[in-house]
C-alpha cells in the first residue's frame, strides 16, 4: 500500500527595510557583533518597541500579492521562553489575530500539474540573535545584531503531497517576495528560510502526526530534508511504531534529521498580547495606496508578454481564472479585475508562451526586456537576445542583469542596424562584444562603433556586382563545379565574396547578385 | 530653608534669596544626617548634585533658567538615570549603572531641577510597605517602627521629612497613593499615556504609571509640567496638546471655591474594612468640600471590590514576562556557580530576586500557562473592562470621587509579611486608577491619635488631572494637614 | 482549581527560577492562598464582555523606518557578566 506524504510549510522573510522592526538599529548583515543592537534590541531595562512603518507595508504588499485579508485590527503578542539569543525573554510576534490571513500561491507540480497552495496567514514578527558556538573557553558567544530584524512568517496549508511540490512552493514564494521587494531573498544570509511540517498517511485517512523540521536555508536542503523525513516516517510506522509530534534539526552533513527538544521539556510559550503595543490598525486608505503602487506581478505579466492584443490579454486572464466567465463581458470583467486594469495600461508582445515566462523570471529581466522594447527594438528580437546574448554574456561576468554594463537603450540601439540593415546579425554580435567591453548606455552607442570599425553592411547593388565579377573571374574551377550541377559550389562562391568584402557585404544581396550572374 | 515648597523654593532662588548651590548642600546634608534612621536613598549623587547645582546657578545668572532651576529632587530607584546606578531595590540590579535617562527624568532635567539621589523602593515596585528591598526598609518618618507604604516608599518618605521638595514615583498599583497616604504628602497618579514609561524599569506594562510627590497639589502641579508629554519612544505615551498643570490653581473662587462640584462618594469604599480613624477623617474631610461649597452623591461601583484579584491576574502575568530579560546574560547578576545553562538562569534569578518578587513571577506564569490563560488572564481583563464601565457610569453622575485611600494607616514592620494577600488588600482603593487609567491623587486629611498620616483620594475621570489638582489646592488652601511635619523632620 | 506541588515546579521551570526541596512546600502554601484570592473572579458573569488589555483605546504609532540609532556596545556591555571579542558569553548551548 503506498503512503501520502502532507506537506506545510512555514517561511520566514526578512523584511528589507533600513531599521528594524521595533527599533531604530540598522538591519545591515556582516557588523561587527553587538554594533547595530541597540539598546531595544539587547532588552535593556526601561525600553519600550515602537514599530516599524516600513515593515508594515511590506506585509501589506505581501497580502496583496497572494490575494489575502489585509486585517485592518491585529494584535502583536508575546511568546515567552529562555534563550539566550532571545533578549526580552520573549519574542514578539503575532498570534491571534496576525495582519495577513489567507491568500494563495500558484505552483506547477510534476504529477498534478498547476495547483494552488493555500496560505492560513502571514504575521509580522521580530527575530533572534544568533549563538556562535565556537569555543569560547568552553562557552557560547552571543551576538544579536540580527536581534529585531523584521520578519514575515507566511504560514501554508498543508497542501502540498511531495518534496518537488514543496520545492516549487518555496521557490515560487521566494520569487514573489523578490518580485514585490519585500526581502533579497538572501538564503545564505538567512533571509529566506524554511520549517517544514511534514505528515504522511493512507491516502483518504485523515492527517497522520507531524514533525516540524527546523531552517531549512537552501532549496536542496529542503528537499533533502524531507525526503529523509519521510522515509524515516514511513520507516517507524512500517516497524509497527508510531510518529512523536516534534520538533527536528537537519543535518546537511548526514543527509538526515534528528530530534531537537526532548518531550519532557513541552514548551509553553504563554502568549499574551503586548501590553507595550496597542493594536495595529491598517485603514482602507494605506491598503488602497499600496495596491496602487504595486508592481505588475509575474503571472499578469507572463500573460501580458504572450498576448498578442489588448483583447487577446483580457482573454487570458478570464481563461485562468479557475471559474467559468463566459458569461461575463470582457469590459465588465476588466473592471473588476484591478491587476489587469493596470497591466492593460502596459503593451502586449506576442511572445511565446516559453520565452514570456523566462523574462519573468525576475523582475529587472522582465523590465530590462521591455525597456528595450519601449528603446525601438522588435519584442521577438528582444526577447532573443535579452535570453539569448545578454543572459550568457551576464553568466560569463557572474552579474545580474542590473549591473549589466550594456544598458536596454544601447541594445535597443544595436537592434535597430540589424533591423534596417546596416548590420547583418553576425557583426551585432562582434558590436555587442565591444560594447560589453566598454559599456555601452546610449542609444547611439552601436553606430559610434559600427562607424569607427567601420563594420556598415556593403548594400551598394554596384559595389556589390563587382566584388561578384571578381570571384567569378578567379575562381574559374569552382564555377565550373557549380554549373555542372554542385549546388555546395555555390555557397563556396558566396563565402568568397563575403570574405572579399571582410563580412560587410549584404548576404541577402550576395545571394541575388551571384546566382543572376551565373544564370 | 530646604524644607520649603516647591512653589517657595522656586520664588527665593528666582529672588535670588537664596542660591542652588546653597540649597543642594543643605538638602545633602539632611539626606546624609537621616539616612541612617530612614534609609530612604539607595545612592546620594553628592558631587554630581553639586555641579548641577552650579550649573543651575550660571544658568540663572545668565537668565537662561528652566523653571525648576536649582531645587533639588530625588527620583524612585526604579528610573533610569544616565551615570547613575539604577537597582530597581533588588539584587539582580545592585551594580547596575544606567546608560540612559527616562522620560520623565530628561524632562526634569530640562526644567532645571537638581537630581541629589535614587530613592530606596520595594524590590521591582512589588510591594505596599517597602520591606522587600534588598537595601532594607525604608522607614516611616512619623514613626520609624512602621512602614512608609510603597512601592515609591523611598520617595515618599524622603518628601515627608523635608529631605527634598518633591520626587518622582510610580505608581501600578496604588505604589505612589498608598505611601503618600502612609507619610502625610500628596502623590499624584496622571492618566495613563500622560507622561512616558521610557526608562522606566516594567513591572506591569499597562498599569505602570510615572508621577510626582511634593507637600503640596500646587507643587505636584509644578512637577507634572516637566514630567508629562509626548514620546515617541513609547508606543503607549498619548499624543496630546501640551498641558499647563497649575493652570486653575490661581483662579479665585471666593468663599465656596467648589460651587457646583458634584463629589461623588463610592458606596464600596465606605464599608466596615476602614480603620475607625482613618473613616472618620475623611467623613470630616468630606464635610470640610461641602463648606466650600461642593455637594456630594452617592455612588455604585460594584465591580471596584473586584480590583485585587483582578490586579493579581493581570499584574503578576506582566511582572513574569517583564522581569525574563533579567537572565544573568548581558547585565545584572549572575550566579557564581552553576551547572549548564538553565542552572545559570535558575540560580541567577533564584539569588538576583527577593522572595515577593519570585512569587509574583510564578503566580504570573501560572495564569498564562496553558490551560490557564482563559481562566485567569483573560479572565481578569473582562472584569476590568467591567469595573471600567462602572467608572464611566459613575462620571455621568458626579465630578470627582472621594475616599480614603488606603483602609488603615501605616502599619508595623513585619505585620503584614507572612500573609501576602493581607498586604495586597492595602491597595484595595488605589487599584483601580490603575486598571481603568484615569488619574487620582492623595492628599493628607488628617491624623490619627498616635499621630499617623491619613490620606484622602481624589479620583477623577481620564485627563482631569488639572481639575483634581484644583480641587485639592482649594482643600489645602483651606486646610493645613499637608504643612504638618513629622517630629524628626522639625527637630532641627 | 487548585495548584499543586507538581505545578509550583512546573512553573518554576518555566520561569527559570530554582525553588529549593525546603522552600517548595511554602511557597507552595502562599501561591496556593493568592489563588484562592483570584478564584473570586470565578463567580463573575462576563459572557461576551471584550478583555481589556490596554488602560486606553488606542491603535498603535509607528515610526517611518529610518536607522536612528548609533554603536554603544562599548556602554551597553560595560555592565555585562561576561564578554568577549564583542560577544556575551552564556554556558555552552546544546540545541
Ligand atoms: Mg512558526
Ligand atoms: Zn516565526
Same mark, same amino acid.
Given at each position: 500500500m503506498t503512503w501520502e506524504v502532507v506537506i506545510g510549510l512555514e517561511t520566514h522573510a526578512q523584511l528589507s527595510t533600513a531599521s528594524k522592526i521595533f527599533s531604530g538599529a540598522a538591519?545591515?548583515?556582516?557588523?561587527a557583533p553587538n554594533t547595530p543592537a541597540s539598546a531595544v534590541d539587547i532588552a535593556l531595562p526601561g525600553v519600550l518597541p515602537v514599530l516599524n512603518k516600513g515593515a508594515v507595508e511590506r506585509a501589506i504588499r505581501f497580502g496583496l500579492a497572494v490575494g489575502a485579508t489585509i486585517n485592518t485590527l491585529s494584535v502583536f503578542a508575546r511568546k515567552n521562553y529562555f534563550y539566550p539569543d532571545l533578549p526580552k525573554g520573549y519574542q514578539i510576534s503575532q498570534f491571534e489575530i496576525p495582519v495577513v490571513n489567507g491568500g494563495e500561491i500558484a505552483i506547477v507540480s510534476p504529477t498534478r500539474g498547476e495547483i494552488r497552495v493555500r496560505l492560513t496567514r502571514a504575521h509580522l514578527e521580530e527575530d533572534a540573535g544568533k549563538s556562535l558556538h565556537e569555543d569560547y573557553h568552553g562557552m557560547t558567544g552571543i551576538d544579536l545584531n540580527r536581534a529585531?530584524?523584521?520578519?514575515?512568517?507566511?504560514? @501554508?496549508?498543508?497542501?502540498?503531497?511531495? @518534496?518537488d511540490e514543496a520545492v516549487a512552493y518555496a521557490k515560487s514564494l521566494h520569487e514573489l517576495v523578490r518580485w514585490i521587494e519585500i526581502c533579497d531573498g538572501n538564503m545564505q544570509e538567512g533571509s529566506f528560510r524554511c520549517d517544514a511540517n511534514v505528515s504522511i498517511r493512507r491516502p483518504g485517512e485523515p492527517l497522520g502526526t507531524r514533525c516540524e523540521i527546523k531552517t531549512?536555508?537552501?532549496?536542496?536542503?529542503?528537499?533533502q530534508a524531507i525526503d529523509f523525513e519521510v522515509r524515516r516516517q514511513i520507516a517507524v510506522i512500517e516497524d509497527g511504531g508510531t510518529i512523536v509530534q516534534e520538533t527536528r534539526l537537519y543535518d546537511p552533513d548526514r543527509n538526515q534529521t534528528r530530534s531537537m527538544r526532548s518531550k519532557e521539556d513541552a514548551q509553553d510559550y504563554r502568549y499574551f498580547p503586548d501590553p507595550d503595543l496597542p493594536p495595529l490598525a491598517i485603514d482602507r486608505g494605506w491598503i488602497e495606496r499600496v495596491r496602487r503602487d504595486m508592481p505588475e506581478l509575474a503571472p499578469m505579466r507572463r500573460l501580458r508578454f504572450s498576448?498578442?492584443?489588448?483583447?487577446?490579454?483580457?482573454?487570458?486572464?478570464?481563461?485562468?481564472?479557475?471559474?467559468?466567465? @463566459?458569461?461575463?463581458?470582457?469590459?465588465?470583467?476588466?473592471? @473588476?479585475?484591478?491587476?489587469?486594469?493596470?497591466?492593460?495600461?502596459?503593451?502586449?508582445?506576442?511572445?511565446?508562451?516559453?520565452?514570456?515566462?523566462?523574462?519573468?523570471?525576475d523582475r529587472a529581466t522582465a523590465d530590462y526586456f521591455e525597456s528595450t522594447v519601449a528603446g525601438g527594438a522588435d519584442a521577438k528580437a528582444a526577447a532573443n537576445w535579452v535570453l539569448g546574448e545578454v543572459a550568457a554574456a551576464l553568466n560569463r561576468a557572474g552579474i545580474g542583469i542590473a549591473a549589466a554594463p550594456v544598458s536596454p537603450a544601447a541594445l535597443a540601439g544595436l537592434l535597430a542596424r540589424i533591423a534596417d540593415g546596416t548590420i547583418s546579425g553576425k557583426i551585432a554580435k562582434e558590436i555587442f562584444d565591444a560594447m560589453w567591453a566598454s559599456g555601452a548606455r546610449g542609444a547611439r552607442d552601436a553606430d559610434a562603433i559600427i562607424d569607427a570599425k567601420g563594420l556598415r553592411q556593403i548594400s551598394d547593388e554596384g559595389a556589390i556586382e563587382r566584388l561578384v565579377d571578381e570571384v567569378i573571374a578567379g575562381n574559374a574551377g569552382i564555377v565550373a563545379e557549380f554549373r555542372a550541377g554542385r549546388e555546395k559550389a555555390f555557397n563556396s562562391l558566396v563565402g568568397k565574396v563575403m570574405a572579399a568584402s571582410r563580412g560587410k557585404a549584404n548576404p541577402g544581396q550576395v545571394n541575388a547578385i551571384l546566382r543572376r550572374k551565373l544564370g | 530653608m530646604s524644607d520649603g515648597t516647591l512653589a517657595a523654593l522656586s520664588r527665593r532662588l528666582a529672588a535670588r534669596e537664596i542660591s542652588s548651590v546653597e540649597l543642594v548642600a543643605e538638602t545633602l546634608d539632611r539626606i546624609d544626617a537621616h539616612q541612617k534612621a530612614l534609609n530612604a536613598f539607595v545612592t546620594v549623587d553628592r558631587d554630581g548634585a553639586l555641579a548641577q547645582a552650579k550649573a543651575?546657578?550660571?544658568?540663572? *545668572?545668565?537668565?537662561? *533658567?528652566?523653571?525648576?532651576?536649582?531645587?533639588?529632587?530625588?527620583?524612585?530607584? %526604579?528610573?533610569?538615570?544616565?551615570?547613575?546606578?539604577?537597582?530597581?531595590?533588588?539584587?539582580?540590579?545592585?551594580?547596575? %549603572?544606567?546608560?540612559?535617562?527616562?522620560?520623565? %527624568?530628561?524632562?526634569?532635567?530640562r526644567a532645571g531641577t537638581v537630581l541629589v539621589g535614587k530613592t530606596n523602593m520595594d524590590e521591582f515596585a512589588m510591594g505596599s510597605s517597602n520591606e522587600t528591598s534588598y537595601f532594607g526598609p525604608v522607614r516611616n518618618p512619623w514613626d520609624l517602627d512602621r512602614v512608609p507604604g510603597g512601592s515609591s516608599g523611598g520617595s515618599a518618605a524622603a518628601v515627608a521629612a523635608r529631605l527634598v521638595p518633591a520626587a518622582t514615583g510610580t505608581d501600578t498599583g496604588g505604589s505612589i497613593r498608598q505611601p503618600a497616604s502612609l507619610t502625610g504628602i500628596c502623590g499624584l497618579k496622571p492618566t495613563y499615556g500622560v507622561a512616558s514609561r521610557y526608562g522606566l524599569i516594567a513591572f506591569a506594562s499597562s498599569l505602570d504609571t510615572p508621577g510626582p510627590f511634593a507637600q503640596t497639589a500646587e507643587d505636584c502641579a509644578l512637577m507634572m509640567n516637566a514630567m508629562a508629554g509626548h514620546d515617541p519612544r513609547d508606543s503607549t505615551s498619548l499624543d496630546r496638546p501640551v498641558e499647563d498643570y497649575t493652570r486653575r490653581l490661581s483662579r479665585s473662587k471666593g468663599a465656596r471655591p467648589l460651587e457646583g462640584l458634584r463629589v461623588g462618594l463610592p458606596r464600596e469604599y465606605f464599608g466596615k474594612g476602614n480603620d475607625t480613624e482613618v473613616a472618620a477623617a475623611v467623613q470630616a474631610a468630606v464635610a470640610e468640600f461641602v463648606d466650600l461649597g461642593a455637594r456630594t452623591v452617592e455612588v455604585g461601583l460594584p465591580a471596584v471590590d473586584l480590583s485585587v484579584p483582578v490586579y493579581y491576574g493581570i499584574a503578576p502575568a506582566a511582572a513574569s514576562s517583564n522581569l525574563s530579560r533579567f537572565d544573568g546574560v548581558r547585565y545584572g547578576h549572575r550566579a557564581a556557580r552553576y551547572d549548564d545553562l538553565n542552572d545559570m538562569y535558575r540560580k541567577t534569578r533564584a539569588e538576583g530576586f527577593g522572595a515577593e518578587v519570585k512569587r509574583r513571577i510564578l503566580v504570573g506564569t501560572y495564569v498564562?500557562?496553558?490551560?490557564?490563560?482563559?481562566?485567569?488572564?483573560?479572565k481578569a481583563q473582562q472584569v476590568r473592562r467591567l469595573i471600567a464601565d462602572d467608572y464611566a457610569r459613575a462620571w455621568r453622575e458626579c465630578d470627582i470621587l472621594v475616599g480614603p485611600t488606603a483602609p488603615s494607616p501605616a502599619f508595623r514592620f513585619g505585620d503584614k509579611t507572612d500573609d501576602p494577600v493581607q498586604m495586597y488588600l492595602n491597595d484595595i482603593y488605589t487599584i483601580a486608577a490603575n486598571l481603568t487609567g484615569a488619574p487620582a491623587i492623595s492628599i493628607p486629611c488628617g491624623f490619627t491619635r498616635a499621630g499617623l498620616p491619613i490620606g484622602l483620594q481624589i479620583q477623577g475621570d481620564y485627563f482631569s488631572e488639572a481639575a483634581i489638582l484644583d480641587v485639592a489646592h482649594r482643600y489645602q488652601q483651606a486646610t493645613d494637614w499637608h504643612a504638618r511635619v513629622p517630629r524628626i523632620a522639625a527637630a532641627e | 482549581m487548585t495548584l499543586t506541588l507538581d505545578q509550583v515546579r512546573r512553573i518554576a521551570h518555566l520561569a527559570r527560577i530554582e525553588i529549593d526541596a525546603s522552600e517548595a512546600d511554602a511557597v507552595h502554601a502562599k501561591l496556593e492562598s493568592i489563588f484562592e484570592m483570584i478564584n473570586r473572579l470565578q463567580a463573575v458573569d462576563t459572557q461576551g464582555v471584550v478583555p481589556m488589555s490596554h488602560a486606553q483605546d488606542v491603535s498603535l504609532p509607528m515610526r517611518e523606518d529610518a536607522v536612528s540609532e548609533t554603536d554603544r556596545r562599548a556602554d551597553y556591555q560595560r555592565v555585562a557578566p561576561a564578554v568577549e571579542d564583542g560577544l556575551y558569553l552564556v554556558p555552552r548551548v546544546v540545541e
Open positions: 538591519t545591515a548583515f556582516g557588523a529585531g530584524t523584521p520578519l514575515l512568517e507566511i504560514v @501554508s496549508e498543508p497542501d502540498m503531497r511531495s @518534496s531549512l536555508n537552501s532549496f536542496r536542503f529542503l528537499q498576448a498578442t492584443s489588448r483583447e487577446h490579454l483580457v482573454e487570458l486572464v478570464k481563461g485562468g481564472a479557475g471559474v467559468d466567465l @463566459s458569461e461575463m463581458s470582457d469590459q465588465v470583467y476588466e473592471e @473588476s479585475n484591478p491587476a489587469l486594469q493596470a497591466s492593460g495600461q502596459r503593451p502586449t508582445h506576442g511572445l511565446t508562451l516559453a520565452d514570456a515566462s523566462a523574462l519573468v523570471q | 543651575a546657578d550660571a544658568a540663572r *545668572a545668565k537668565g537662561a *533658567a528652566g523653571p525648576l532651576a536649582g531645587i533639588p529632587i530625588a527620583h524612585k530607584d %526604579v528610573l533610569m538615570t544616565a551615570g547613575l546606578p539604577t537597582t530597581c531595590g533588588s539584587r539582580m540590579l545592585a551594580d547596575f %549603572v544606567a546608560p540612559y535617562d527616562a522620560h520623565v %527624568v530628561e524632562g526634569l532635567k498564562l500557562s496553558h490551560g490557564y490563560y482563559d481562566a485567569y488572564y483573560v | -
